[in-house]
């Protein structure tokens, strides 16, 4: 690998990735012909502070050196002026082909042949096959990309403004994370005005001749499906029931086949992720990208585990299958060896890539566990098995239905069970549990389907049966379920909106934005969230909707395969979306003020919303010359227990309370005891860190007071008036004898503020890896809290 400045590509192969780790995989297989250098991802980009499109010359785009990339630039220059030939080889998508054609610009006047490389997996072979099939960089690609950004572009700076003039600057605007929040507001919007409907069901125990026992529900009443509202119906249909003799009326039996799952797409993947190891797709795609580039395996080395995983195509290539035969063959037997009908293509499937697999089945996770982190031995071991079920037989499973019915044929009570024939792919795939959440087409419901039963070995139609024991259960109707974040991905993906690449940042960018906040793995959107979706959808009902922003992707994919223009789709985006904003600039429509009473001081204006970073309240439209504000009452949520103990007082709980700035942690015997505890973006509680201790040493910028710190690589010294002044001493430049008195001064400092270990109520150390939302999940598991206390405080919004 090269990435410093003594690295040299004299005579050789320059080849460019954008990992380092990959780079330090890829230059293993090559060898001393070639120099690889990483890019660190983009080198260039549109300028931060500026739209960066030319609307009076095509909307071309102008791009600059990211800042802290010059001097990438400059290594890259430079080792491809020395080498014999450039080949780049950024990720197989889009957004890497965009990266490739800003490195070839950077490199062209090296005068050498610039070639473009795919590596759709780190392997030895794949990557030797790919560097002898080079190609040219596919400009339609670039544009695409350069599509996509210019549009987000053009939402965030025209949207975003008109948000700061109606609610508060700072505020932010996406084009598809706006339509993503108008679907969490919506859904929280249905949930708030639903209205739950009582019911009752009634499970029956039968004992059979042979003394074998099972349960039936009841499904009719006088061939009706059953609907009992009330308790008193379901007493009064309790005492008809147990009032007669039953006999089973029919028995049907049919052998259904469970087909095989697909290998997964980047969208399965995250919702897989999701739902079975609690990952969220940030961390899935992290931890695959790991495994892409290549985890250091014995003495093979770094080696890439996985192929791509940013792909929406569930094929596989012949070597892969031909290979996995091969595997199920030798471990489970040919009658487990299938023939791959499941790999379907559909409208929108770009099916630029393989699905995601495994580089090699060979590569069991159980003989690769030594060498993966319990995060990547998790995903590795998903992504392994569903490949290997992928490429196996259907399951064939017997299903049975029995009916039961009285001697008067009014009631009938019906039981359904299930045996396997022949598991197949059930085999090594085993939980059916995430090949059913795929099987659902809504993300409203998450009711348990009804349960298979044990159904006696010996039954006979006409058989008498003894009626042991009725229950009865009361139920209400369930309002649709909110969003996870497996359900939010698979909603985006059935409506065709967002790509592999963006799906892991929606959820992330709307978190960042204090839009929505995670509960119990839960999406709420927040106060702010629904009023910005609101005020969104009602002065933008045509760009922030589902069917608008599936077909911009749809005109994405034109533009990506040539059947559409790059400015064709600004424009038509751009002309629609400016007209409107010079109506609404200087008119915007706030729904919350819809019937905005007048202003009982001035009799004038009207008493409107009005926000601010710390929450909204009322004020008058006649401001400034009239200054009347109203407090908008509102229910506060109220703080939830989390099962941590204080680590300050030991008396107090930590309390899960929401400021200015977010959720934070704070102990319940304030203001006698001032405890805080932050959360990062994920909400995983960050640890208390040491206060600096203060020298007087002088900043060598502005003069005021160092700060001496403790850092990775040992102690440091920055200014006291940062952010102010970033003014640094280098620790090693001190004279030896004042950097011993500060070491002696820092270590009783040190000991002055010991670390803190954060222990949950019941005295066991706290897991600083789980999310607060697990921390007060695993805490009502082992009683510690309440479940009522989460319940309330879920119910805040």
Known sequence: MATSAKASAKNKTLIVVESPSKAKTINKYLGKDYEVFASVGHIKDLPKKEIGLDFDNHYEPRYEVISGKEKVVRQLRKLAAESSGIMIATDPDREGEAIAWHIANEVESANKPVHRVLFNEITRNAILDA?????????????????????????????????WNVVFRGLSAGRVQSVA?????????????????????????????????FTARLAKIDNKDVEIGTQQEAEAAAEAILSKTYSVMDISSRVQQRRQPTAFTTSLLQQAASNQLGFGSKKTMRTAQQLYEGIEIGSEGATGLITYMRTDSTRIGKEA????????????????????????????????HEAIRPTSVGKTPE??????????????????KRFIASRMTPAKIEQTRVDITDNDARFLFRANGSKIMFPGFLKVYGDQKELDYEARKSTKEEDEQEQDVRLPKELAPNEHLNLQELD??????????????????????????????????????????????????????????????????????DL??????????????????????????????????????????????????KEAEVCPKCGKGRMVVKWTTSG?????????????????????????????ACPICNDGRMLLRNGRFGPFLACSNYPKCDSLLNLDKNRKIQPPKTPPLETDLPCPKCGAPLYLRTGKRGLWLGCSKFPKCRGRQAWGQLDPEIRNHWEEVMRQHLAAFPDITIKMVDGTPLDMQMSVDDIILLSEERGLISAETGEEAAITK
């Not at 209400?476 to 985006?492: C, G, N, Q």
């Not at 400034?624 to 703080?639: E, G, H, L, T, V």
């Open 131 to 163: 560097v002898k099939e080079p190609r040219q960089i596919d400009y339609r690609l670039v544009r695409s990309q350069q599509t996509r950004q210019g549009l987000d572009k053009i939402v965030g700076y025209k949207i975003s403004p008109f948000l």
């Open 181 to 213: 929040l108008r679907l969490i507001c919506e859904r929280e919007e249905e949930i708030l005005g639903f209205e739950p409907k009582e019911y009752w069901t009634l499970k029956a125990d039968f004992t059979t001749t042979a003394g074998e026992k």
């Open 321 to 352: 299958a031909d290979e996995a035969r091969e595997f199920i063959n030798r471990e489970f037997g040919s009658d487990y060896a299938g023939s791959g009908g499941s790999d379907k293509k559909s409208k929108k499937t770009q099916d630029a």
């Open 367 to 384: 003989a690769l566990k030594p060498y993966l982190t319990s995060d990547q031995y998790k995903l590795y071991d998903l992504i392994w």
């Open 472 to 541: 009865r259960k009361q139920s209400f109707s369930r309002p649709p379920a909110r969003y996870t974040e497996a359900s939010l991905v698979k909603e985006l993906d059935n409506y065709g909106i967002g790509r592999p690449s963006t799906y892991a940042s929606i959820f992330s960018t709307l978190q960042d934005r204090r839009y929505v906040e995670l509960q119990k793995r839960k999406i709420l959107p927040t106060e702010l969230g629904m009023d910005v979706s609101k005020i969104l959808v009602a002065n933008f009902p």
């Open 544 to 593: 922030f909707n589902v069917e608008f922003t599936a077909k911009m992707e749809d005109e994405l994919d034109k533009v990506a395969a040539g059947k559409d223009e790059y400015e064709q789709v600004l424009e038509s985006f751009y002309r629609p979306l400016e007209a409107t904003l010079s109506d609404r600039r200087n008119n915007p429509f706030v729904p919350q003020n």
């Open 616 to 644: 909204k309240f009322l004020g008058c439209s006649n401001y400034p010359a009239c200054r009347n504000i109203k407090p908008i009452s509102s229910s506060k949520p109220k703080a939830r227990e989390t099962g941590i």
